[in-house]
Nanobody, 115 residues
C-alpha cells in the first residue's frame, strides 16, 4: 500500500513537499517513483529512485524537484520548489515490484499551482 500526502494549493514560485508512506513495500529495496496527471492529459513519470539511490527526472522538473527516501520511516518524499502552474495535477507514487515497469500506484494527492 502507498499513501501519498502533502498536496495543496500554492502560488507560482512556491514549494511543496509530498510524502509517500509505504506499507507492505520496503522502499529501501524497491524502485519508487512519482507520477502526475494533469486534467485532460496522460499520466507522466516525474521522477524515480532506485534501490541503489539512482535518480532520474523529467526534463520539465530538473533542478526544481528532488526525490528522496527515509528508510527508517519507509517513506519516499518529493520536494518541489519553484512551482509553476503547469505542475498542477494529481501526484501519485508508484513502485516497481516485479520486472522493470511500475506496476502499483497509490492514491494520489492534488497539487494546484496558481499563477
Amino acid at each position: 500500500h502507498l499513501q501519498a500526502s502533502g498536496g495543496g494549493l500554492v502560488q507560482a514560485g512556491g514549494s511543496l513537499r509530498l510524502s509517500c508512506a509505504a506499507s507492505g513495500i520496503i522502499v529501501r529495496i524497491n524502485a519508487l517513483g512519482w507520477f502526475r496527471q494533469a486534467p485532460g492529459k496522460e499520466r507522466e513519470l516525474v521522477t524515480g529512485i532506485g534501490s541503489e539511490s539512482f535518480t532520474n527526472y523529467a526534463d520539465s522538473v530538473k533542478g526544481r524537484f528532488t526525490i528522496s527516501r527515509d528508510n527508517a520511516k519507509n517513506t519516499v518524499f518529493l520536494q518541489m520548489n519553484s512551482l509553476k502552474p503547469e505542475d498542477t495535477g494529481v501526484y501519485y507514487c508508484a513502485v516497481i515490484r516485479t520486472g522493470r515497469a511500475y506496476d502499483y500506484w497509490g492514491q494520489g494527492t492534488q497539487v494546484t499551482v496558481s499563477s
